[in-house]
């Protein structure tokens, strides 16, 4: 009687991508344990946060600016000059999204503040609600 090899061709050895232990199992397994796989994307996320440290920066001051002119103007709604902005460090490269309303008005949203530029250089900012 014949024996057959149960097992499954898309089985192999592997080595791990962080210690390269030799690894048994699924073909398209990457480490050997948990730890091993934790110290990767720790290893991966810490080197990519300078670059998303400093965006996030930028944006959560765009948004500390347009809460503080909010709270002087008392409504949802108000329009601020641009200058008065830019004064206050007001980074108008970063935001997190924007939209085109109907009319085609062009919005940079900066979590729930939208602002809109206007060609006489005054911003429409608008709380979201």
Known sequence: ???LDVTPR???TTECIVCGNKL???RDKKYCSLSCKNAYHSRRRLEQMPVVATVDRLLHRNREIL???WEEA???KFIVPRSR???K???FRHFTSTYV???GKLYHYVYDFSWMAFSSGDILVVKRQ
Request: hydrophobic share 40%; glycine share 8%; proline share 0%.
């Open 101 to 103: 309303n109907k009319a």
């Open 10 to 12: 898309s089985y192999r």
């Open 85 to 87: 902005l830019q004064r």
């Open 1 to 3: 009687m014949k024996i």
């Open 67 to 69: 809460v503080e002119l």
């Open 24 to 26: 048994a199992g699924r």
């Open 74 to 76: 008392a409504s949802r």
């Open 89 to 91: 460090g007001f980074k």
